[in-house]
């Protein structure tokens, strides 16, 4: 069965300083990979998705960068934090290859604060 | 998308009532939908989809029905339960092009018991 992990859970972290949040899919092959945003008491909001590696699409533009060095790894980074780059930060799977569409699988998220 | 920023609007209801979810999409040219629960310090998780070729289709205390013709999805759950209470997204996908999915602004739904 396919699992996705996202690590870590918490993360305090002072303004500049750099960031990197680490999702690695297990149990499935060239997934389509996304990182959102989420505010607290807000919605969804996609940063970046991926189709294959090395391949990254920016959906707002932002303090932030995503990188997938492996097929099943997406990372999400910043060279200098700011407070608004505070939220919840999901990372999701969704399978490529094949006919119908499907539902996206969801990690559990990181809790960033930015102080 | 411009909801995102925006607070969520919240349901209150009664343990044992039945809720009812509503979400309005933007795209004509979707054409598969799904519900999503996303319980707090977690992830959202699937709950139901529906394909747009129909208008209805149900689960286990759950119904999703579908309007194309005014681009509006709605979650019902039956005799909800404190469990239930979460915050649900709808998302959209549109026909033919790579699975991104799009996420409706979410409502919270808060049970009270």
């Known amino acids: 069965s396919q699992t996705i992990h996202q690590w870590p859970a918490t993360l305090v972290q002072p303004v500049g300083s750099p960031l990197s949040l680490e999702c690695t899919v297990e149990g499935t092959s060239n997934p389509n990979l996304y990182w959102y945003r989420q505010a607290a008491g807000r919605g969804l909001q996609l940063l970046f998705y991926?189709?294959?590696?090395?391949?990254i699409s920016s959906e707002v533009p932002q303090n932030l960068s995503a990188s997938r060095p492996q097929d099943r790894q997406f990372i999400l980074s910043s060279k200098k934090l700011l407070l608004s780059d505070s939220g919840f930060y999901l990372c999701?799977?969704?399978?490529?290859?094949?006919?119908?569409?499907?539902?996206?699988?969801f990690g559990q998220g990181t809790r960033l604060t930015v102080v | 998308g411009e909801n995102v920023g925006l607070h969520l609007p919240t349901l209150s209801v009664q343990e044992g009532d039945n809720s009812i979810i509503n979400c309005a999409y933007s795209?004509?040219?979707?054409?598969?939908f799904i519900w999503y629960k996303q319980e707090s310090g977690k992830g959202p998780q699937f709950i139901i989809d529906?394909?747009?070729?129909?208008d209805k289709r149900q689960g286990q205390r759950v119904t999703v029905l579908l309007n194309k013709t005014v681009k509006h999805l709605s979650l019902q759950i039956a005799a909800t339960q404190p469990g239930d209470s979460a915050v649900y997204f709808c998302a959209e996908n549109l026909e033919g092009g790579s699975y991104i999915p799009t996420f409706g602004r979410g409502t919270s739904l808060i049970v009270h018991p």
């Open positions: 999701a799977w969704s399978p490529r290859h094949i006919v119908q569409n499907t539902e996206a699988f």
């Open positions: 795209n004509s040219a979707s054409d598969y």
């Open positions: 529906i394909r747009s070729n129909m």
């Open positions: 991926s189709v294959g590696i090395g391949q």
